[in-house]
Nanobody, 118 residues
Framework: QVQLMESGGGLAQPGGSLRLACAAS????????MAWYRQVPGKQRELVAI?????????GDSVKGRFTISRDNGNGKPTVLLQMNSLKSEDTAVYYC??????????WGQGTLVTVAS
């Protein structure tokens, strides 16, 4: 199994920045893709950004040009980062880390709340 530990959520002002991190542990050699999703009450969970195993990235239309996904394999624990710049009130949501493995497993983090307000 893979365990995910998220960090970095909190309060930011409009136009500000936050960085989310999600560290994976466990059977990490199976990890292929790493991604971030977000969800607000009453709406479906939506893709924010994804990084495939080969390094290709893709972003939701609403965050293109403002958010950047990256991966750090330091200390033997793959960590997926989400740098969020030029934040808007509509970015307020619970952000979830998601990891997919080469054997078709799908893991989710516990979620971290991001609130953008003045």
């Amino acid at each position: 199994q893979v365990q995910l530990m998220e960090s970095g959520g909190g309060l930011a002002q409009p136009g500000g920045s936050l960085r989310l991190a999600c560290a994976a542990s466990g059977i990490i050699f199976r990890i292929e893709r790493m991604a971030w999703y977000r969800q607000v009450p009453g709406k479906q969970r939506e893709l924010v950004a994804i990084m495939e195993g080969g390094g290709d990235t893709n972003y939701g239309d609403s965050v293109k040009g403002r958010f950047t996904i990256s991966r750090d394999n330091g200390n033997g624990k793959p960590t997926v980062l989400l740098q969020m710049n030029s934040l808007k009130s509509e970015d307020t949501a619970v952000y979830y880390c998601n990891v997919g493995t080469i054997v078709g497993e799908d893991y989710w983090g516990q979620g971290t709340l991001v609130t953008v307000a003045s």
